[in-house]
T-cell receptor, first 113, second 115 residues
Framework: SQQGEEDPQALSIQEGENATMNCSYK?????LQWYRQNSGRGLVHLIL?????REKHSGRLRVTLDTSKKSSSLLITASRAADTASYFC?????????????FGKGTSLLVTP | DTGVSQNPRHKITKRGQNVTFRCDPI?????LYWYRQTLGQGPEFLTY????????KSRLLSDRFSAERPKGSFSTLEIQRTEQGDSAMYLC?????????????FGQGTRLTVV
């Protein structure tokens, strides 16, 4: 089952603008991860934020996590055409029964020159 | 290190045929996962291995599906008597997990089309 839900489903912006994507989830987590997927390709890991962290930065990426609201956001600053891709949040559930990242349906980002 | 490698990249098969996919994880990674992704959806977990032991299987993994990781290195995913609903991208990922859960690295996937 897919636990994470990204919002919006699709986002279209111009180069140089910022893009913000949100993710909501349902159960308690160890960490939350964001991945990027270019059309028809595999997933590329972008950033991991642990449940005891509230904000994390990596280059032009900024991720926030609010465990009380069970939500996360991914901000891409100064977007480029090469950022065009689908972005997925994936939750690592707080469970001792195994390890299975739960992905949402993704946000499709289009950055136009 | 060349990352996670999956073969073949594309597979077209007739309904009822068996297919097998291979995944070569990053060499020192002890965990290997299989996911399935259909168009417009996120990846759905199928199964994972800790070394050679298959520790978890989702309900999506019907009796027609079997996965192995015989020596704790590469893994194979076999689908018997394929159905059109099996058409999807099959993704493999690996990670090194010691005491802390970390990110998984994905391969490029195998796209299966059942006609």
């Amino acid at each position: 089952s897919q636990q994470g839900e990204e919002d919006p489903q699709a986002l279209s912006i111009q180069e140089g603008e910022n893009a913000t994507m949100n993710c909501s989830y349902k159960t308690s987590i160890n960490n939350l991860q964001w991945y990027r997927q270019n059309s028809g390709r595999g997933l590329v890991h972008l950033i991991l934020i642990r449940s005891n962290e509230r904000e994390k930065h990596s280059g032009r990426l900024r991720v926030t996590l609010d465990t009380s609201k069970k939500s996360s956001s991914l901000l891409i600053t100064a977007s480029r055409a090469a950022d065009t891709a689908s972005y997925f949040c994936a939750t690592d559930p707080n469970s001792n029964s195994g390890y299975a990242l739960n992905f949402g349906k993704g946000t499709s980002l289009l950055v136009t020159p | 290190d060349t990352g996670v490698s999956q073969n073949p990249r594309h597979k077209i098969t007739k309904r009822g045929q068996n297919v097998t996919f291979r995944c070569d994880p990053i060499s020192e990674h002890n965990r290997l996962y299989w996911y399935r992704q259909t168009l417009g959806q996120g990846p759905e977990f199928l199964t994972y291995f800790q070394n050679e032991a298959q520790l978890e299987k989702s309900r999506l993994l019907s009796d027609r599906f079997s996965a192995e990781r015989p020596k704790g290195s590469f893994s194979t995913l076999e689908i018997q008597r394929t159905e059109q609903g099996d058409s999807a991208m099959y993704l493999c990922a690996s990670s090194l997990v010691i005491s802390v859960r970390v990110e998984a690295f994905f391969g490029q996937g195998t796209r299966l089309t059942v006609v």
